[in-house]
């Protein structure tokens, strides 16, 4: 009976005594079951016995109750060795403002009731806040990760403010994944910064923040507007697979040199997304679901991940889908330059480069050989005459030149005049008719009134055929224009089948050229 009795005053969870009336020590107590006074005691003697042993501190399931608790200030905390607040819930606001955490730092499952404060704290291991609620404003201004930080799966209800925090490079993620630090533990993902499947329903502020690992945001959740004013970031932003509420604003803007921005399979429709990148940051937008968002081509025109990388197949589809969101929006000079790249990369998809390249892949995927050498190339040039893909190429140059798939109405024009001047070239040396006069038995004779020309006199060769430049191109050009007033006739033989052929080249083009104008400056 005796031992029944002193099992209940033992926690279940830590195993100290219980506090008074309750099931619980006065740890893991519920608010109702202890005082602020009480509770701030008991915690100030607990941290105390921990530094006199220097060891690490234990909060996991913690129940921490009060107003405000200072770690720095208050409780004399400023360095925390290994730190587990695994579960703990603060109904109080926690300021851990210029802590450091010297090893690991594990919030996973923490639930913040009220604002939570890790302003200038410097976390030199891992921190994993995996699954974490922040009810309230989250603050991390110049907060230091030294080895990244785990936001996995975390939950931001206010505003979440990484305002120039620092997600230093650590130890390589290959590596980081096999470290445990127990088995109520996840593993600490060192180097990066971690925030996938988190949902930020309040504002999310990363001005002036530092990455220098992988910011992995895939399947996030952003309700409000969301600024990524980055000082730096080295490798990658993954905003796969996340979701934007319709109507907010993501602006990015980084100004170091490299990095990529991947949109894959992203759901970002109804938004303004607002982009001010430098030279060599690229942006992939494989799958992504892009409809209705406003922002402009010159904001991404020289970042195109698969155009700089020449995956040109998947180029094509990338800017088929700006394509589709500038139209959506009216944005039609846009919409234009988009329909002219995706045009461009098809061309490109069906170039002797792509052809070759893909035969050097397929060369490494069966037998893992190096690039196919020069002799080899020469054979494969040949090869690829006799595909269809060089059919569809020459075709899509042709059409580029004459009028830019629509786009280029100036194209027409040049063509045209080029046309002209090649068929006037023609004319000069084959000569072209003059109907004013014609020859009877070796005399010409005006065919008007019937008198007899002398034709040196009026600077015209024998039999009527005349060979000046001004006049062949008069005469191309009123026969390319169809007009065909009969001054001038073509001779017989070679002379009208250049005609004939000029005159149906000249419709076609004047057709063209009416659809191009068209399409350009009317609607779409």
């Keep these: ?46 941290i105390n016995k921990i530094k006199q042993v220097d060891g690490n501190y234990d909060f996991r399931n913690f129940i921490f109750i009060g107003y405000i608790i200072y770690f720095k200030k208050d409780l004399k905390v ?5 730190a587990y607040f695994n579960g703990a819930i603060f109904e109080c606001l926690p300021d851990f403002q210029g802590v450091t955490f010297k090893g690991d730092a594990v919030f996973r499952e923490v639930s913040f009731k009220r604002e939570a404060i890790f302003r200038e704290a410097i976390f030199r291991e891992g921190a994993v806040f995996e699954k974490t609620t922040f009810e309230y404003r989250a603050d991390f201004e110049r907060t230091n990760f030294k080895k990244g ?17 620092t997600f230093k490079e650590g130890v390589s993620s290959k590596i980081a994944k096999s470290v445990r630090i127990d088995m109520n533990l996840i593993p600490i993902l060192k180097g990066e910064a971690v925030f996938r499947g988190a949902t930020f329903e309040g504002l999310a502020y990363f001005c002036f923040a530092t990455f220098k690992g992988k910011a992995d945001f895939k399947k996030a959740t ?13 490798k990658t932003i993954n905003f796969s697979e996340i979701k934007i509420f319709p109507g907010k604003i993501l602006s990015i803007n980084i100004i170091n040199k490299g990095g990529k921005i991947s949109f894959r ?14 030279e060599l940051v690229l942006i992939d937008f494989t799958d992504a679901l892009l409809k209705n968002t406003k922002f402009e081509k010159d904001q991404i025109k020289n970042h195109i991940l698969q155009e700089k990388k020449k995956d040109f197949s998947q180029a094509k589809k990338v800017f088929l889908l700006l394509k589709n969101n500038f139209h959506s929006f009216g944005q039609y000079e846009d919409e234009s ?82 046309i002209i001047l090649l068929f006037a070239l023609s004319f000069r040396l084959i000569g072209i008719g003059n109907p004013d006069t014609i020859e009877l038995k070796g005399v010409a004779v005006h065919q008007n009134t019937g008198k007899i020309v002398d034709l040196a006199s009026k600077g015209l060769l024998k039999n009527s055929v005349i060979r000046n430049f ?40 004047m057709a063209l050229f009416v659809y191009t104008f068209a399409r350009r400056t009317g609607g779409r």
């Design 1 to 46: 009976m005796n031992q029944e009795n002193s099992d209940l005053k033992i926690c279940p969870i830590c195993g100290r005594p219980t506090h008074k009336e309750s099931k619980y020590c006065i740890f893991h107590a519920s608010a109702e079951e202890k005082t602020e006074e009480e509770f701030e005691k008991a915690l100030k003697i607990y």
């Design 78 to 82: 400023n360095i925390f060795n290994d």
């Design 149 to 165: 930080a785990d936001f996995q799966g975390a939950t931001f209800k206010g505003e979440a403010v990484f305002w120039e925090a």
């Design 222 to 234: 952003f309700k409000e507007n969301v600024d990524f004013r980055l000082k730096y970031f080295a």
């Design 265 to 278: 399979h992203a759901y970002i429709e109804n938004i303004y997304l607002e982009l001010n990148l430098c």
């Design 337 to 418: 330059w988009a329909y002219k790249k995706e045009k461009d990369m098809e061309r490109l998809s069906y170039s002797i480069e792509s052809f070759i390249k893909n035969l050097e892949s397929e060369e490494k995927k069966s037998e893992g050989k190096v690039p196919i050498e020069k002799k080899i190339k020469v054979i494969s040039y040949f090869n690829w005459l006799k595909t269809k893909n060089f059919r569809k190429w020459l075709w899509s140059c042709f059409c580029n030149n004459i009028y830019g798939y629509g786009e280029k109405p100036q194209n027409v024009i040049f063509s045209a005049i080029f």
């Design 470 to 509: 001004p006049d062949s191109l008069y005469f191309s050009l009123i026969t390319f224009t169809t007009l065909g007033y009969g001054d001038f006739r073509p001779l017989e033989g070679w002379g009208r089948i250049l005609a004939g052929s000029e005159a149906f080249i000249g419709a076609f083009m």
